[in-house]
Protein backbone atom coordinates (compact mmCIF):
# COMPACT_ATOMS: atom_id res chain seq x y z
CA UNK A 1 0.00 0.00 0.00
CA UNK A 2 1.48 3.68 -0.44
CA UNK A 3 0.70 5.79 2.32
CA UNK A 4 1.23 9.58 1.91
CA UNK A 5 0.63 12.28 4.59
CA UNK A 6 -1.18 15.10 4.22
CA UNK A 7 0.85 18.03 5.92
CA UNK A 8 -0.43 21.36 4.63
CA UNK A 9 -3.55 22.69 2.51
CA UNK A 10 -4.34 25.49 0.31
CA UNK A 11 -8.03 27.29 0.34
CA UNK A 12 -7.72 30.38 -2.12
CA UNK A 13 -8.15 33.70 -0.68
CA UNK A 14 -8.67 32.19 2.86
CA UNK A 15 -11.99 30.38 1.54
CA UNK A 16 -14.63 29.10 3.80
CA UNK A 17 -13.85 26.83 6.54
CA UNK A 18 -14.96 24.11 4.91
CA UNK A 19 -13.26 20.96 3.43
CA UNK A 20 -14.66 20.95 0.01
CA UNK A 21 -12.86 24.69 0.02
CA UNK A 22 -9.80 22.98 -0.09
CA UNK A 23 -8.07 23.60 -3.68
CA UNK A 24 -4.56 21.99 -2.92
CA UNK A 25 -3.13 19.16 -0.50
CA UNK A 26 0.82 19.37 0.32
CA UNK A 27 1.77 16.15 1.08
CA UNK A 28 4.73 13.71 2.02
CA UNK A 29 5.47 10.11 1.45
CA UNK A 30 7.52 7.54 3.32
CA UNK A 31 10.81 8.69 1.52
CA UNK A 32 10.42 12.33 2.17
CA UNK A 33 9.41 13.37 -0.92
CA UNK A 34 6.92 16.38 -0.88
CA UNK A 35 4.26 16.79 -3.17
CA UNK A 36 1.25 19.62 -3.96
CA UNK A 37 -1.58 18.14 -6.20
CA UNK A 38 -4.49 19.88 -6.25
CA UNK A 39 -7.47 18.81 -5.19
CA UNK A 40 -9.07 16.70 -7.98
CA UNK A 41 -5.65 15.28 -8.64
CA UNK A 42 -5.77 13.53 -4.81
CA UNK A 43 -9.50 12.78 -5.91
CA UNK A 44 -8.35 10.43 -8.41
CA UNK A 45 -4.93 8.97 -7.12
CA UNK A 46 -6.93 7.70 -4.54
CA UNK A 47 -10.54 6.26 -6.24
CA UNK A 48 -8.04 5.16 -9.22
CA UNK A 49 -6.94 2.56 -6.58
CA UNK A 50 -8.29 2.60 -3.32
CA UNK A 51 -7.28 -0.22 -1.71
CA UNK A 52 -3.26 0.81 -2.35
CA UNK A 53 -3.79 4.48 -2.22
CA UNK A 54 -4.48 5.97 1.58
CA UNK A 55 -3.92 9.77 2.85
CA UNK A 56 -4.05 10.03 6.30
CA UNK A 57 -3.67 13.40 8.69
CA UNK A 58 -0.91 13.07 11.68
CA UNK A 59 -1.30 15.63 14.80
CA UNK A 60 1.96 16.04 16.90
CA UNK A 61 1.17 13.66 19.41
CA UNK A 62 1.30 10.93 16.73
CA UNK A 63 -2.62 10.08 16.38
CA UNK A 64 -3.88 9.36 12.70
CA UNK A 65 -6.64 9.67 10.78
CA UNK A 66 -6.67 8.76 7.50
CA UNK A 67 -9.19 10.54 4.38
CA UNK A 68 -11.90 9.23 2.52
CA UNK A 69 -13.04 11.42 -0.97
CA UNK A 70 -16.94 12.45 -0.42
CA UNK A 71 -19.29 14.58 -2.71
CA UNK A 72 -20.88 17.86 -1.55
CA UNK A 73 -24.15 18.22 -2.35
CA UNK A 74 -23.15 20.46 -5.63
CA UNK A 75 -21.44 17.56 -6.64
CA UNK A 76 -17.79 18.63 -5.66
CA UNK A 77 -15.32 15.90 -4.72
CA UNK A 78 -12.75 16.51 -1.50
CA UNK A 79 -10.98 14.69 1.08
CA UNK A 80 -12.60 14.14 4.61
CA UNK A 81 -10.85 12.18 7.80
CA UNK A 82 -12.71 9.30 9.05
CA UNK A 83 -13.74 9.99 12.44
CA UNK A 84 -11.32 9.14 14.98
CA UNK A 85 -12.86 11.56 17.59
CA UNK A 86 -10.15 13.86 17.60
CA UNK A 87 -10.19 17.83 16.41
CA UNK A 88 -6.72 17.68 16.70
CA UNK A 89 -5.49 15.99 13.56
CA UNK A 90 -8.68 17.29 11.12
CA UNK A 91 -7.47 18.13 7.67
CA UNK A 92 -8.95 21.88 8.66
CA UNK A 93 -6.51 22.28 11.27
CA UNK A 94 -3.62 22.25 9.64
CA UNK A 95 -1.07 25.12 8.15
CA UNK A 96 -2.10 26.91 5.28
CA UNK A 97 0.42 27.08 2.45
Not at 26 to 52: A, F, K, S
Request: charged share 20%; net charge positive.
Amino acid sequence: MIQIRIIGIRKPGGAYNDHSAISHYQWQDGTGNIGLWDRIIMVNWILGNPREHAAYVQDSRGDVAYCKVVRNQYGTLFLETYSNFSLRDNLLSLPQI
